[in-house]
């Protein structure tokens, strides 16, 4: 006779687990249905120019922290060689010193009613005596000689600990900088890796077009410079045009956008400072409707400069991977002011 048994029911535990990942199957199916789209090339390219930006202004940060590591390391060194001088100036002090009391020594190691008593000749004597107040006056005076110089040598000295001490906070500044506009530049890479080679090759290209229009095919019209100085200042960049743009690079082949308009004003015989923070505080703060060709045009919360170069363009250099070029006001950045050196 055949055995009947009766199927074994699944448990609590059982049925909750098959449940629980049938659930999540639906959860993940719903999400792959909903999940956001590829973004465009143009979204693609604004979140890129956004992080470059962003870049530019930690870039400039680190610009303006190397300029102040330069000239700290520079008065540190002069004050370590003045320290240095004055320990040597010093020493040759205390030697005079030893000298004098080694000479007052020889001469007055007696008692003076001693010497008196002992000398066969009292004139001599009387000289004798006569040097050694000379000695113990310039032996006085060497001593103030000495204090004195103790004292300039111990403010040096706090001096240059000062100096040292803020060169290493800048140097700190800059590593955090550094690190934060390759932090951007990596982060903009990542952005352009989700787009295809296809993609990636015509947004270059585009770009180089852009580049490469110069001034053959940008319309600048026919406005006057303000001055001769500027004049000179945007004809110097203009030659640059096509030169790729490399952070921290002041020319002659390679810039960053302060770097480009501090070189071409130094063309021109104007001495401007490195980054767009400085700048901005030089020569005469103008309205937008006051430009003129030459002038200095800054962007996006003063982290990009451009030269105005006329017709609403400005000559300027980009971001990484551009290169020097015309391009419209508009597709720049968002307009900060405008300065006339």
Avoid at 48 to 63: G, I, M, P, S, W
Avoid at 209 to 222: K, N, T, Y
Avoid at 282 to 288: L, S
Wanted: hydrophobic content about 35%.
């Amino acid at each position: 006779m055949a055995s009947h048994r009766r199927p074994k029911q699944p448990s609590r535990a059982r049925v909750t687990v098959l449940t629980a990942t049938a659930a999540a199957a639906v959860a993940l199916t719903s999400q792959a249905a909903h999940a956001d789209p590829k973004p465009t090339k143009s979204e693609v390219k604004a979140k890129v120019d956004k992080l470059y930006h962003e870049a530019e202004e930690a870039t400039e940060k680190y610009n303006g922290a190397k300029e102040q590591q330069d000239k700290l390391k520079k008065q540190a060194d002069a004050l370590q060689d003045q320290v240095a001088r004055g320990q040597d100036e010093l020493n040759a002090l205390r030697a005079e010193l030893g000298s004098l009391a080694t000479a007052q020594y020889r001469s007055g190691g007696l008692d003076p009613s001693v010497q008196l008593l002992l000398s066969s000749n009292p004139d001599s004597f009387l000289d004798q005596a006569s040097a050694l107040d000379q000695l113990t006056a310039k032996q006085a005076e060497s001593l103030q000689k000495i204090q004195a110089k103790q004292r300039t040598l111990a403010q040096q000295r706090t001096e240059a600990q000062g100096k040292l001490a803020d060169l290493a906070d800048v140097r700190e500044t800059l590593g955090t900088n550094k690190a934060k506009f390759q932090s951007k530049l990596a982060d903009a890479q990542k952005l352009l890796n989700t787009m295809t080679a296809a993609e990636r090759a015509k947004m270059a290209e585009d770009d180089q077009r852009a580049s490469r229009s110069a001034g053959d095919r940008v319309e600048l019209g026919d406005e006057a410079p303000a001055s001769a100085l500027g004049a000179a200042a945007l004809q110097a960049a203009s030659t640059r045009v096509g030169m790729p743009y490399v952070r921290t690079a002041t020319g002659p082949g390679s810039f960053d956008c302060s770097g480009l308009t501090q070189w071409a004003y130094a063309q021109a015989g104007a001495d401007i400072t490195r980054t767009t923070f400085t700048q901005i505080n030089q020569g005469t703060r103008i309205a937008r409707s006051q430009l003129k060709p030459g002038d200095l045009v800054f962007f996006s919360n003063t982290s990009h400069v451009g030269l105005y170069a006329g017709n609403n363009t400005v000559l300027h250099a980009p971001y990484p991977g551009a290169y020097v070029r015309y391009e419209s006001m508009g597709t720049v950045g968002s307009y900060e002011a405008a300065v006339r050196i």
